[in-house]
Nanobody, 129 residues
Framework: QVTLVESGGGLAQAGGSLRLSCAASGGTFSDYAMGWFRQAPGKEREFVAAISKSGGSTYLADSVKGRFTISRDNAKNTVYLQMDSLKPQDTAVYYC??????????????????????WGQGTQVTASS
């Protein structure tokens, strides 16, 4: 069972940037596909980005494509979400999630919250207009 801790959230101006990090411990990080989700007040949790266990495949939600980048460093047991050109509608609590993918191909991606068994505590991101 992997434990996830997010960091890097905060307040940014619209058009600005933030970089979220998610540090994993307690498992073999390279066995896990990773994802980022977000939840705004009064809304359901939504998919933001996913990366395969090898890092060879990534997928971004249409709402963030071209502005956000997901990456991982398996040597550091960390996944990142680089957020550029922030918009007020990006304001939400951002959650890191891990899906054990031992028996999946190295490029397999998981896009649904229900597919993930491990979650971080979340980090607040606020983009002010």
């Amino acid at each position: 069972q992997v434990t996830l801790v997010e960091s890097g959230g905060g307040l940014a101006q619209a058009g600005g940037s933030l970089r979220l990090s998610c540090a994993a411990s307690g498992g073999t990080f390279s066995d896990y596909a990773m994802g980022w989700f977000r939840q705004a007040p009064g809304k359901e949790r939504e998919f933001v980005a996913a990366i395969s266990k090898s890092g060879g495949s990534t997928y971004l939600a249409d709402s963030v494509k071209g502005r956000f980048t997901i990456s991982r460093d398996n040597a550091k047991n960390t996944v990142y979400l680089q957020m550029d050109s922030l918009k007020p509608q990006d304001t939400a609590v951002y959650y890191c999630a891990a899906k054990r993918a031992t028996f999946y191909s190295s490029t397999y991606l998981f896009l649904l919250p229900a597919q993930y068994g491990n979650w971080g505590q979340g980090t607040q991101v606020t983009a002010s207009s």
